[in-house]
Nanobody
Framework: QVQLLESGGGLVQAGGSLRLSCAAS????????MGWFRQAPGKERELIAA????????YQADSVKGRFAISRDNAKSTVFLQMNSLKPEDTAVYYC?????????????????????WGQGTQVTVSS
């Protein structure tokens, strides 16, 4: 089992940047495809970025493409979400999630139901 802890959220003005971190602990010796989700008030939780366990393949939702980037540092068991050019509509609770997979799996995981572990979330608020 793995535990996930997000950090880096906060209040930022439109056009600003934030970098979210997701630190994993526990059974980090296994392979995990990672994802960042967000849930805005009154809306469903949505996948915004994902990264494969191996090989560096990434996915970004159209709503954040060109503005957000996901990366991982396996030596530190940490996944990052760099968010630039933030907009008020990016305001949401951001969640990190892990899908336990073969360590050499190169595909990203895009189905929310495939994720096995979730963090508690971190609030991001973008003011206009």
């Amino acid at each position: 089992q793995v535990q996930l802890l997000e950090s880096g959220g906060g209040l930022v003005q439109a056009g600003g940047s934030l970098r979210l971190s997701c630190a994993a602990s526990g059974r980090t010796d296994r392979g995990y495809a990672m994802g960042w989700f967000r849930q805005a008030p009154g809306k469903e939780r949505e996948l915004i970025a994902a990264i494969a366990s191996y090989g560096g393949r990434t996915y970004q939702a159209d709503s954040v493409k060109g503005r957000f980037a996901i990366s991982r540092d396996n030596a530190k068991s940490t996944v990052f979400l760099q968010m630039n050019s933030l907009k008020p509509e990016d305001t949401a609770v951001y969640y990190c999630a892990a899908d336990e997979v073969s360590p050499l799996r190169m595909a990203v995981t895009t189905a929310q139901s495939d994720y096995d572990y979730w963090g508690q979330g971190t609030q991001v608020t973008v003011s206009s």
